[in-house]
Each structure stands twice: as C-alpha cells, then as structure tokens.
C-alpha cells in the first residue's frame, strides 16, 4: 500500500484519509502479518518502540526546531532500524516498507508532523486490530 502525506503539498494540503481510511488501512494489512505469522512479528511492543523514538524526534524538534536539518539523517536512520527489525523478523516487510516509504517522504518539519500524526493514527487502530484479535 502506497503512502503519500500530501494532497498538495505546495498548499500544505494533507490527503484527506491519512489520519482514517489509509492509517485503518495499513494498521489492518500490518496486523494480518502479525496475524499469519502466529505472533512472531509486528508486536505492538516492537511496533511501539518505533513510534517512541517518533515522539522522540518530535520533542526534540519542538525544543530546538532550527536543528531540523541536523536531525533529518538520525531520522532516516529508522530505515536501518526497521531493516535490522526485519532481519531479526521482529516485524514484517510491509512494516519496514512502511517506515522506508515514509522516511523517504520527510525533507521538512510539516512532512515530519504528517508523518507523526499517521503514525499516531496508525498506532490507534493497529491497538483496535490487536485487542480485536481479528
């Protein structure tokens, strides 16, 4: 499933259904593999991990926010974390697909808090997917 934050970007338009239908989307297509993998992998534990260091990056922008462009490559650094993840099959390939589709679309502060925000979204529903159970 392709991600894309932006509606418009040159409007600063997020896509109307990032933080709904396309975080409920992938948070379901996330949870199958963990799914068909009998727990093995995507546990929220693991997924939550990520997020955190999310939260991280985001407190850290907000106390220092003229140091964006020094933070962006420990940013991009997730892709090797998700890949080591993968690896170790602590998470799927479409979770590390995931983190590397939408590291690749962060250049900005409002492309960061974009992907904060689905993340967030996303971190919703997966907890509705797992304590569902289906």
Known sequence: MEISFWKDKSKMQLDIELFSTKAQK??????????Q?????????QIRKFYDE????????????????????YLKMLNAKAAYALGRKLVSKKFKDFIFASSAQINTKEDFDA???????FMGFYKYYDEKGQ
């Open 26 to 35: 992938l948070a379901e297509e996330i949870y199958k593999d963990q799914k």
């Open 37 to 45: 993998s009998k727990g093995k992998v995507n546990k929220p534990t």
């Open 115 to 121: 992907f904060k925000n689905f993340f967030e979204a």
């Open 54 to 73: 999310i939260l991280k990056f985001d407190s850290i922008i907000k106390s220092k926010p003229d140091d964006f462009e020094k933070l962006l490559p």
